[in-house]
């Protein structure tokens, strides 16, 4: 594999990895101010990225298509949006918020639901690095390797948050530290494991792009409305979760026109 996308891959794992570790240096449980600062940037991030690097790609690259060039960006999206749907409803996991969903299963542990449920949260982010870096690797000018790193960096920089606000409940359930970062790290795996199934299946069918970028986008927006928005709003009113949702999404807004 090339080593620009090798490293363009690991790049969202190190994010969630550095943010797994800092339960190392917590002596408390995180402030409800501070998990609604973190979420919300998170959340922030994901939106400009959703936008800016998959969306308005997916539609340049159907822009032969006239006025029908919404169609693959549309199509993708809400089929994102639906496997994400489908994945929560048929995976027993725990939110943030400690809300318990999809089905019963019993002999599962409360600290492996919340594992799953940012495992399967993580998948859309790792689909999102595949899928640019596969429109680099195949030569579509929309795409080029700096807004592809501008992508990983900033799916890396919403990581480090939502490693931080994952591994922080384990760790107040009682888990020792060292187990809580490494089920911390382990959630990041998933997504340099989702890039590279991105790619190999872009590879193999070109002419899908367009759907994969836009699905990219939808399955992360799902995440975004899911979990980060709830748990951004949750307990006492606060502004500070709007305000460093704000800052997430011009930061990325700013990494991707800027290195694009």
Not at 15 to 44: D, H, Q, W, Y
Not at 126 to 137: I, P, R, S, T
Not at 196 to 215: D, N
Request: no cysteine; hydrophobic share 55%.
């Amino acid at each position: 594999m090339n080593l620009k996308v090798l490293a363009g891959i690991l790049i969202p794992l190190l994010g969630t990895t550095l943010g797994a570790g800092v339960v190392f240096f917590m002596k408390n449980e995180m402030s409800s101010t501070l998990r609604k600062i973190l979420t919300g940037f998170a959340a922030g991030v994901m939106v400009a990225a959703s936008f800016w690097s998959l969306l308005e790609p997916s539609l340049e690259e159907s822009s032969h298509m006239g006025k029908l060039s919404f169609i693959p960006a549309a199509v993708g999206f809400l089929i994102g949006i639906s496997f994400l749907l489908v994945i929560d409803l048929v995976t027993p996991h725990v939110h943030l918020n400690n809300q318990n969903e999809g089905p019963e299963r019993k002999g599962l542990s409360h600290n492996t639901k919340l594992f799953l449920a940012v495992t399967i949260h993580n998948i859309p982010e790792g689909m999102a690095a595949g899928v640019v870096f596969a429109g680099w690797l195949s030569g579509k000018a929309s795409i080029s390797i700096t807004s592809a790193l501008a992508l990983s960096i900033g799916i890396a920089i919403q990581n480090f948050p939502e490693g931080s606000v994952v591994s922080t409940p384990l760790l107040a359930s009682g888990m020792s530290k060292g187990k809580t970062f490494l089920y911390g790290f382990l959630s990041g795996v998933v997504e340099p494991i989702a890039a590279i199934i991105t790619i190999v299946a872009t590879a193999l069918v070109v002419p899908v792009l367009p759907y994969l970028l836009s699905f990219a986008a939808g399955a992360m927006i799902y995440v975004v409305i899911d979990e980060l928005i709830p748990e951004m709003a949750a307990d006492k009113h606060s502004n500070s979760g709007i305000v460093a949702f704000a800052a997430g999404f011009v930061l990325m807004m700013i990494l991707d026109v800027a290195l694009g």
